[in-house]
């Protein structure tokens, strides 16, 4: 059996669709054995549309419930560590894989983790690429990484700058650089000879995205504002991935309208429970008025209202558990808020639709809605009522009924594509996935200024260090005399920055090292030889702990930082010191410090 793990985060029209393609998988092949990872508040919707699927929660939410969410939605990048322990979850739950498939929220976790683990990589986007290429991001890879740049540009990699460009160019970020370092013990950037590019599978309407971008060629200038989108050029453009419609299990009950009567379905999926929509009131006042125009009665779909907010019945609250795929089909028109997903149950079920977009790529697929003819897209609530009668009109109506049945096998056709990839033998075996514990983190060449040769298991805390002793003169503040031939212990050598300062700057005649911790004792050594050219004469390395009395102590030792390691009785100052000093992102010290191992030390 091998292994199949699935990765989806961000929001359940994000994580649904590939639920839905881990479930057949875990059917239609039986050499595989299928986990599904994700939020653990998706784990009913995940488990009913994958329960064959081994389900792995992570503790992360959807969203982090700030303004941020909707400010900075680009995760990928995560330039300020905020999603930075969610990736590490991703990493403790699909270490075991065989095959990692994901969705592009999950890339970053994910191709980093199947490059450690040598296994191939699938992305299964039921959207487009949510993050556009920076303007400045080709001038700063050409001149901070230019030997990585000639060799794309003469096409010697595996990935083109093409690739890069257009969907991968996040790899090779600040954030992303630091999370292969610290938490996989890979070099900050991939080896582009060595990596290759992911295949990559959309679940969208191709047909929709095709009349709207006829749509929008046969408008004039003075039109609306344009459609922007483009696709990679190695990417595989499949249908919607839907899940089968599922009837509620008491239909009475969960559908207070009669067989005759064609309600218009109101949605605001994520947003609505995430209190993510500005004024709902508002909305809804707006929905009313919306709705006794046309003459029609509304089934609403929102966590937080009642019934008694629909005062003459014209809004009636449905279940949230109630599947579109289900429900849809009952009604005229649905109004929501322009989620990929929702626009594709729409089409699927081949009724008109209203978008009111709230944040991410909303206004894009309302737009898209918009000018394909198949609904209408409304930016402020003043127009919905028109929105809505224009909607209900006979043209739209003919145009989204031509959607209707159009259903391909777009989830076998995905499935067959992994089955495929779980016939290729692995690239070479790798043991990482079996160890549960942090491995210690192999030494690598670490640029200081002036000091050839200097490696270090975390360039991080290197540079940091670094910083204390040369630039902020920490450990010799004013008031703290040296001179020219002093005699100076160094006592915690750390990797040897100290005692190569006190011979470089302070000029000492003899120095000291003290060091109990092994491979921190051969860092010194070698730090420090390296860094004066061998010259290590009247410079004593000793290999144990310094203290009032001869004997024996315990050293807690910190693999990940190694430098901050320390001697059991000042455990509670050091880790106070690590958490709160600000040398380290927040997010990474539990990690950092989760392997720690107590030795005995002379």
């Known amino acids: 059996m091998k292994r199949i793990v699935f990765v989806a985060l961000g929001s359940r029209g994000d994580v649904q669709p590939l639920a839905v393609i881990a479930g057949r998988m875990a059917v239609s092949d039986e050499r595989a054995q299928v986990a599904f990872s994700s939020h653990e508040e998706l784990s009913s919707v995940c488990q009913r549309l994958a329960p064959r699927a081994a389900f792995r929660p992570l503790a992360a939410p959807c969203f982090l419930g700030d303004s941020q969410d909707l400010e900075n939605p680009v995760c990928v990048v995560d330039t300020k560590g905020r999603r930075r322990q969610e990736w590490i979850q991703v990493i403790q739950t699909a270490r075991d894989a065989d095959l990692l498939v994901c969705n592009l929220f999950a890339m970053p976790p994910c191709i980093h983790l199947a490059d450690k683990l040598s296994v191939q990589l699938v992305v299964c986007s039921p959207s487009l690429v949510p993050y556009r290429l920076p303007d400045t991001f080709e001038s700063v890879f050409q001149q901070e990484l230019p030997d990585i740049w000639e060799a ?53 309407d191709a047909m929709l995205l095709e009349q709207a971008r006829e749509a929008q060629s046969a408008m004039s200038p003075q039109g609306a504002s344009s459609i922007e989108w483009s696709l990679p050029s190695s990417s595989i453009m499949l249908g919607p991935w839907y899940a089968q419609p599922e009837p509620p299990l008491d239909l009475r009950a969960a559908w207070p309208f009669a067989p005759e009567e064609r ?100 206004p894009f697929w309302g737009a898209v809605v918009g000018r394909s003819g198949v ?126 300062f006190a011979r470089k700057v302070c000029k000492a005649n003899f120095i000291t090292l003290i060091e109990p911790a092994h491979e921190s004792f051969q860092l010194c050594v070698h730090n420090v030889t390296a860094a004066l050219g061998g010259s290590v004469d009247r410079i004593s390395f000793q290999e144990c702990a310094c203290g009032a009395d001869d004997g024996e102590s315990r050293l807690l030792f910190f693999p990940g930082l190694p430098s901050n390691s320390c001697l059991d009785e000042f455990e509670s100052l050091k880790r106070s010191h690590i958490a709160k000093d600000g040398a380290f992102n927040p997010d990474l010290v539990q990690y950092l410090t989760a392997s720690e191992r107590r030795e005995t030390v002379a």
């Not at 006794?292 to 509304?298: N, Q, V």
């Not at 649905?334 to 978008?355: D, K, N, Y």
């Not at 079996?434 to 050839?452: I, S």
Request: with cysteine; glycine share 8%; charged share 20%.
């Open 263 to 362: 309600p218009v379905f109101v949605t605001f999926g994520s947003m609505g429970q995430q209190n993510l929509v500005a004024d709902p009131a508002a909305l809804l006042g707006s929905l009313r008025d919306a709705l006794r125009a046309c003459g029609k009665r509304g089934a609403v779909q929102w966590p937080t209202w009642t019934e008694s907010d629909g005062e003459d019945g014209t809004l009636r609250r449905v279940p949230r558990d109630l599947s579109f795929g289900w429900s849809f089909p009952l009604c005229c028109c649905v109004v929501h808020h322009g989620g990929i997903g929702t626009v594709s149950e729409c089409l699927r079920a081949g009724i008109p639709q209203v978008v009111v977009p709230v944040a991410y790529d909303q």
């Open 152 to 204: 794309v540009m003469s096409a010697r990699t595996c990935v083109s700058w093409q690739d890069i460009c257009e969907w991968l160019w996040p790899i090779f970020t600040e954030a992303h650089g630091q999370f292969r370092e610290h938490f996989l013990q890979l070099p900050t950037i991939p080896d582009l000879h060595q990596l290759e590019p992911p295949k990559l599978f959309f679940g969208i």
């Open 375 to 500: 609904g209408t897209c409304v930016r402020e609530l003043s127009d919905l009522k028109d929105g809505m009668v224009r909607a209900l009109s006979s043209g739209v109506a003919e145009r989204a009924a031509a959607y209707k049945g159009r259903e391909e096998e777009a989830v076998a056709q995905v499935c067959s594509a992994l089955s495929e990839c779980l016939s290729d033998p692995p690239s070479h075996p790798n043991t990482w996935r079996d160890d549960k514990t942090l491995p210690l983190r192999q030494p690598r060449p670490v640029h200081l200024p002036d000091l050839p040769g200097f490696v270090s298991p975390s360039s991080s805390e290197a540079a940091w260090v670094y910083s204390e002793v040369f630039e902020q003169r920490v450990y010799t503040p004013p008031g703290i005399r040296t001179w020219p031939g002093m005699n100076i212990v160094d006592v915690g050598g750390g990797a040897g920055l100290f005692t190569i």
